[in-house]
């Protein structure tokens, strides 16, 4: 099975931008050293009486719970002459642009943080800066995923992708089908932790089967035996996988429709969702 082609990509960028959760953010930097002032030309012509701002609006859902991956946060100045920047988590700082938005696409489950800079264009003025937190809880209940869900790799570089069931309700076995693009990825290793793996929550012991025999495919089961409970419930990591990037360009990994999960009373449970791993080869 081939992965998704161009205009699939197309369209999973669109609906990721219609989902997107709306932020517009202003902040107020530090007064400038007036004790020692440097020469007046620091601040062009926005003088040092007036130092760049901008007015935080997303103090209302700063710390709360997002039920969506993506994120748009847009920036108005007190001035026209401005630039901004801005991060995520433990993500570098990046050049100073003008753009006045900024779209965090495929966010992980999990908390996180991102940080705004602004300052005056052209001139060494101070800067503001601010940063706010939360929660992303796009996948909901009895769900296969990825993670990361997008990440940037060189080209013949290696890259891990973890296989994550997420708020799982008495799982006892799961089948899992893993398809790439061969010529894109060349899979270099499955790990199935039989120590720490989630699977073993309820301790039993660990029966895993591995088929890769179809070039592009991977068919993972992972089953759970002499558990008490039987089966286990929440949400954790079963799989890691290690590919080599050897293509330049968007690629993903996708869930095969023959994903299965079974309970402990040995009836099918419902996959609610499954995502995407994105992975930009450079």
């Excluded at 270099?188 to 591995?210: A, H, P």
Aim: some cysteine.
């Amino acid at each position: 099975m081939q992965l998704k082609t161009d205009h699939k990509i197309l369209f999973f960028i669109l609906i990721g931008f219609f989902s997107i959760v709306l932020f517009e953010c202003d902040l107020t930097p530090a007064e400038p050293d007036l004790e020692n002032p440097t020469d007046s030309t620091e601040w062009g012509e926005e003088g040092p009486d007036n130092p760049p701002s901008f007015t935080s609006l997303w103090a209302e859902i700063d710390g709360v719970d997002l039920f969506t991956d993506s994120l748009l946060v847009t920036f108005r100045g007190n001035l026209d002459t401005m630039e901004f920047r801005s991060k995520i988590d433990d993500d570098p700082w990046p050049g100073w642009a003008t753009d006045t938005l900024k779209i965090f696409r495929y966010l992980d489950e999990g908390p996180h943080t991102i940080g705004i800079q602004t300052r005056y264009v052209g001139v060494n003025s101070a800067i503001a800066d601010t940063s706010f937190s939360f929660i992303v809880d796009a996948v909901q209940g009895n769900s296969l995923m990825f993670s990361p869900r997008m990440q940037q790799v060189s080209v013949n570089s290696s890259f891990n992708v973890e296989v994550m069931l997420e708020e799982v309700t008495d799982i006892m076995t799961l089948h899992t089908e893993i398809l790439f693009d061969h010529t894109k990825f060349q899979l270099e290793e499955i790990t199935v932790d039989t120590l720490s793996n989630f699977m073993l929550s309820n301790s039993g012991q660990l029966v895993k089967i591995i088929d890769i025999s179809q070039e592009g495919k991977i068919e993972l089961d992972v089953g759970l035996a002499q558990a008490d409970p039987a089966g286990v419930s929440g949400t954790g990591v079963v799989a890691f996988l290690t590919f080599k990037a050897i293509v330049t360009g968007t690629h993903s990994l996708v869930f095969g429709n023959a994903c299965r999960m079974i309970d402990s009373q040995l009836g099918e449970i419902a996959i609610n969702e499954t995502t995407v791993a994105w992975v930009e080869v450079e």
